[in-house]
Nanobody
Framework: QVQLVESGGGLVQAGGSLRLSCAAA????????MAWFRQAPGKEREFVAA????????FYPDSVKGRFTISRDNAKNTVYLRMNSLKPEDTGVYYC?????????????????????WGQGTQVTVAS
C-alpha cells in the first residue's frame, strides 16, 4: 500500500514555473514506477510524465516535452515535477500516481489503468 500526497500547486503567470512534489508513504516506494497526470475541467485525465523505479528512465508526451521534468529521490520517498514555460492550457488538477510495475513501456505509460495508487491532486492555474 502506498499513500501519496501532492503539494506545490498554485497560481502562476504564463511563462512561469512551478515545482510539484509528491510525498509517498510506504516501504517499497523505490520499487514503484511513478507518474503525473492532470485533469482540466470537463476534460479527461491526461498523462504528463512517467519515471521508472531508479529515475534513469523518463517519458513525456509531446505536449510537455522540453518544458516539464520528472525526477525522484528514493531516499526521501518523493517524486517531483518541474514545470517551466507554463501555458494556460497546462491548467488543471495534477495527480501523482504509483504503479507496482517498476517501469513502463512508451505505449503503456500514458494508460491510467497502469497505475495502482493515486493522490488527491493539487491545483495548478496558469493565468494568461
Amino acid at each position: 500500500q502506498v499513500q501519496l500526497v501532492e503539494s506545490g500547486g498554485g497560481l502562476v503567470q504564463a511563462g512561469g514555473s512551478l515545482r510539484l512534489s509528491c510525498a509517498a508513504a510506504g516501504r517499497t516506494f523505490s520499487s514503484y514506477g511513478m507518474a503525473w497526470f492532470r485533469q482540466a475541467p470537463g476534460k479527461e485525465r491526461e498523462f504528463v510524465a512517467a519515471i521508472n523505479w531508479s529515475g534513469a528512465g523518463t517519458f513525456y508526451p509531446d505536449s510537455v516535452k522540453g518544458r516539464f521534468t520528472i525526477s525522484r529521490d528514493n531516499a526521501k520517498n518523493t517524486v517531483y515535477l518541474r514545470m517551466n514555460s507554463l501555458k494556460p492550457e497546462d491548467t488543471g488538477v495534477y495527480y501523482c500516481t504509483a504503479s507496482r510495475a517498476p517501469s513502463c513501456r512508451a505505449t503503456d505509460c500514458p494508460n491510467y489503468r497502469m497505475y495502482d495508487y493515486w493522490g488527491q491532486g493539487t491545483q495548478v492555474t496558469v493565468a494568461s
